[in-house]
């Protein structure tokens, strides 16, 4: 038996029929790292030492009579933007190169009591700005699927890392479709669940009111019990919610209706994605599960709001980063050329770009012509989801224009680059939840289907994705 090859649901079996130990498992898959990870590029700090600790003391659990539950002795792979207490964490950015986080973030904190094994942190766009990875001040990540292509971005570490069988599972985080863009391009599942229901604290923030953290596996079934282990009211967290989540039957499934806006299905869209999603909704109709066309009027401003409200967060996030706070030991004369030296050098050209831009939406006498209408745009943008939930369950859509691009085709051009998210970005200008699940491609490239729905209700998103997948 190929131990890479579990799910989550296999290992929980598995540990508590004691068919192997989470050790063996753990060993495994830090085998695989070594062999691995020297070509792919996922991790950018691997925990040997702690990992294999963390889960002989699972095996001792379960020698005891434990019977092991939900994530324990499940490995992990999480991206480099989450505190884990005494370790690197980088955010994949030059100014943070040697920052060491002092405390736990609340995810982490979750994962840990509930017996997971966190191997290592994986590579990302600099602070999750970016859609390809080639924005990690560090190294490239490979797409495991086509050495020559990008595994996506921000989170194209945590993807690689599962799609390469490096991790059984990931953690990334999804602003604008980090989760779901690599998750796309790497041919795995990603989720960004509902703002609010897993606990941002320990996350390094991007823009705060879209961030969320969620899973990377290799079956829908998997995402949804690593988002019951992390979700959860959290006092650290101002807009953590209280939520108990509970899951439906994938057969109830079948008496779903699901919306297909026209506005995603428009001429940009790549022959593959274009057959691919057909394909899914085939499936699905055979399944008993009902279409239906609908509209989202505003998806077009989408893209060009985010990129107005990202920004302007973006600029008053990373204000912390002022050499003196997380100091990288630069000689400087004055506070003034202090400043200018570690931001200046310590942030990446793409970083910077966005730090200009979302101080200039938020300057007085553009304010309101640019932020304020933007935050005015955004309410349309939700209402329209309000709106066709009203009707119908879930709405399916590509997750991505293309499959995935080669290294160096998009970097020279942000725009280019940006349009990869046109089809992520609503779901986080709504707060809603959205899945990205892998469809095969007719290139042999993997290629995704999302499914959104309406706030807290995750459990649709699922069971439809489970019953997709088990049929
Ligand atoms: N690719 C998008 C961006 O560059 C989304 C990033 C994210 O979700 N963190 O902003």
């Known amino acids: 038996m190929d131990l890479k090859e579990l799910t989550v649901k296999k290992l929980q079996q598995g540990l508590a029929e004691r068919e192997f130990s989470a050790r063996e498992v753990t060993d495994e898959f830090l085998k695989s790292i070594e062999t691995k990870d020297g070509e792919i590029g996922a991790y950018l700090s691997v925990f040997n030492d702690e990992a294999r600790k963390d889960a002989a003391a699972v095996d001792r659990k ?16 999480l991206k480099d933007n989450m505190l884990v207490e005494g370790a690197k964490t980088t955010a994949a950015s030059k100014i943070l190169e040697n920052y060491v986080a002092s405390y736990d973030g609340t995810v982490v904190t ?4 509930g017996g997971a094994i966190i191997l290592g942190k994986t590579n990302m766009d600099e602070f999750a700005m970016g859609s390809s990875t080639e924005n990690s001040a560090f190294q490239k990540t490979k797409n495991p699927r086509d050495l020559e292509r990008v595994p996506g971005g921000s989170s194209g570490g945590s993807a690689a890392a599962v799609a390469a069988g490096e991790a059984l599972v990931a953690l990334g985080s999804d602003t604008g479709g980090s989760i779901r863009q690599p998750a796309a391009f790497c041919g795995v599942v990603g989720m960004k669940p509902t703002y ?7 996350l390094i923030a991007m823009a705060s009111s879209l ?4 899973p990377f596996t290799k ?3 998997d995402a949804e019990e690593v988002f019951r282990g992390i979700t959860g009211r959290d006092p650290l967290d101002a807009t953590s919610v209280e939520y108990h989540y509970e899951s439906i039957e994938p057969e109830d499934a079948r008496n779903l209706t699901v919306g297909l806006p026209k506005e995603y299905f428009i001429s940009g869209l790549s022959e593959e994605v274009e057959k691919g999603v057909q394909s899914a909704i085939e499936k699905f109709k055979k399944l008993g599960v009902r279409f239906k066309e609908i509209s989202l009027p505003h998806t077009k401003y989408a893209l060009s709001c985010y990129y107005i409200v990202m920004p302007a ?6 204000a912390r980063f002022d050499g003196i706070r997380y100091s990288r030991n630069v000689e400087a004369g004055t506070l003034h050329d202090l400043y200018l030296k570690n931001r200046g050098e310590g942030f990446g050209a793409e970083v910077r770009r966005r730090i200009l831009l979302g101080t200039f939406v938020l300057s007085a006498g553009y304010y309101d012509a640019y932020y304020a209408k933007a935050q005015k745009v955004r ?5 329209d989801f309000d709106a066709v939930f009203e009707d119908v369950d879930v709405v399916l859509t590509p997750t991505t224009p293309t499959g995935p691009f080669k290294f160096g085709e998009r970097s020279g051009d942000p725009i280019q680059m940006y349009l990869s998210d046109v089809f992520t970005i609503p779901a986080n200008m709504a707060g809603i939840p959205a899945i990205a699940i892998p469809v095969e491609g007719d290139k042999k490239l993997p290629i ?11 459990d649709k998103l699922f069971a439809l994705g489970k019953l997709y997948e088990s049929n």
């Not at 967060?313 to 990373?318: I, T």
């Not at 995704?448 to 995750?458: A, N, P, S, V, Y």
């Open 62 to 77: 379960i020698a005891s009579g434990e019977r092991p539950s939900g994530l324990s002795g499940v490995p992990f792979a």
């Open 110 to 113: 979750k994962l840990k009591q």
């Open 196 to 202: 609010g229901t897993v606990s941002r604290s320990g």
């Open 211 to 214: 961030d969320q953290i969620g």
């Open 219 to 221: 079956t829908v079934e």
């Open 313 to 318: 967060e973006v600029s008053s996030n990373l």
């Open 379 to 383: 309410r349309l943008i939700a209402d």
């Open 448 to 458: 995704g289907f999302q499914l959104m729905g309406k706030h807290f209700e995750e």
